[in-house]
């Protein structure tokens, strides 16, 4: 397919954090200034994850009240719609956006009350999966995941647990997912980012429907075969992962090594805006350099759709939206 065709393309994603893919338009009226690229996003030379954080600080900033939460929600909406992205499941970490004038469910009320108003504009299809941050107290956490499940259906599809992977193991999160899986609380979990791929087992055992990243069983077939047998699905981010030097380069990173062994990987752009990137720019980029064929881009969205935790009139509507472009001669 041409850029233009998969500019075109119906598109899912799966793997997009609210707080990195803010607009610049979106923050200059927060914080009443303006804002240069070099604030928002990482250069091409990007030299490490710790360079690649810097960049959160200021978005963060504007997710302190309700107002900012919910102008938010809309603003993600509109820019994922421009680029025919008709279903996102938006990353966000609730108790990073707590104050003492508004708790968890008021954070999350907002933050629909946002993303409801870009759904009716626009007609994308959302769902919020909350993230527990690894730095904060596992009571913390279970207390947040017990609030937002309180929203499980009506807008909150998921748990996940993201931060530092390398200092706070998977390991130390296993009771705290037991409860979340009694909750009913379905998760993803960012895990094998940092190349250890005990985190992409201990998050399978843990009950994780979904990886975050897993990069880190490149070169590991029996856990690559596990996940394609059970169609867990891996949430690739290629460019933020670039970026970050979770791999050393655009030769080592396992995307066609996933492909081939069957795994139901979905393409995603992690954040956006830090990356200056976005869900066609990540098709466009693995097309050209890992030789991605048209049907494969066609099954890796099948694949999110499969691998989402849409409900099943949604899915209906994603694999119907699908079927239609690829009856189209141009996306043949």
Known sequence: ???????????????????????????????????????????????????????????????????????????????????????????????????????????????????????????????????????????????????????????????????????????????????VRRLGMPFTIHAGECGNAANIEDALRAGAARIGHGIAMRGNPALQEKLARARTGVEMCPVSNLQTKAVESTAHYPLREFLDAGIAVSINTDNRTVSRTSLTGELVFIQKTYAVSDDEILQLMRNAVQTSFADADVKKRLQQKLAEFEKQPAAV
Do not use: W
């Not at 899912?12 to 923050?27: K, M, N, Q, Y």
């Not at 999350?108 to 626009?122: I, M, Q």
């Open 1 to 179: 397919m041409t850029a233009g065709e998969l500019g075109k393309m119906p598109k899912i994603e799966l793997h997009c954090h609210l707080d990195g893919s803010l607009g610049r338009a979106f923050l200059e009226k927060r914080l009443g200034r303006e804002v240069s690229p070099q604030e928002l996003s990482v250069p091409d030379d990007c030299a490490s994850l710790a360079e690649y954080l810097e960049k959160f600080a200021l978005p963060c900033s504007c997710l302190m009240d309700e107002e900012g939460l919910e102008g938010a929600g809309h603003d993600i909406l509109k820019t994922m719609s421009a680029e025919q992205v008709c279903y996102a499941e938006i990353r966000f970490a609730p108790l990073l956006s707590v104050t003492a004038q508004m708790g968890t469910q008021q954070v999350l009320a907002a933050l629909l009350r946002g993303l409801e108003r870009g759904r009716r504009e626009s007609g994308t299809e959302y769902n919020v999966i909350v993230c527990a941050m690894r730095h904060h107290t596992q009571e913390q956490n279970y207390e947040m995941i017990k609030a937002a499940s309180r929203f499980l259906g009506s807008g909150v599809c998921a748990a996940d647990l993201a931060g530092d992977e390398a200092r706070y193991p998977m390991s130390g999160f296993m009771e705290l997912f037991a409860k």
